[in-house]
Nanobody, 121 residues
Framework: QARLVESGGGLVQAGGSLRLSCAAS????????MGWYRQAPGKQRDLVAA???????NSADSVKGRFTISRDNVKNTVYLQMNSLKPEDTAVYYC???????????????WGQGTQVTVSS
């Protein structure tokens, strides 16, 4: 089995910064896309940003110019640098990765447990 463990959430004032990390571990042969989603109370879970194994990225319009996604393929870790945070960024942030395990020909989607980000005004 593979698992994703997130860290780096917390409480920050508007205009501040946070850096989220998500490390994949366990039975991993390869990882293609890794990404971050967020879910605010009463709302659906939405994509924040994603990055392929080759480094191509895409992000939601609402975070363009403020959030940067990156990854370390050696460490199987994806990062989300969040700058100029706004109260509307408050949500639980979930890490997501498509992982192929040793002995399998399929990529499966894994989710982290979520980390709370709260931005005060």
């Amino acid at each position: 089995q593979a698992r994703l463990v997130e860290s780096g959430g917390g409480l920050v004032q508007a205009g501040g910064s946070l850096r989220l990390s998500c490390a994949a571990s366990g039975n991993i042969f390869s990882i293609n896309t890794m990404g971050w989603y967020r879910q605010a109370p009463g709302k659906q879970r939405d994509l924040v940003a994603a990055i392929t194994s080759g480094g191509s990225t895409n992000s939601a319009d609402s975070v363009k110019g403020r959030f940067t996604i990156s990854r370390d393929n050696v460490k199987n870790t994806v990062y989300l640098q969040m700058n100029s945070l706004k109260p509307e960024d408050t949500a639980v942030y979930y890490c997501n990765a498509n992982i192929r395990q040793w002995g399998s020909q399929w990529f499966l989607t894994y989710w982290g447990q979520g980390t709370q980000v709260t931005v005060s005004s």
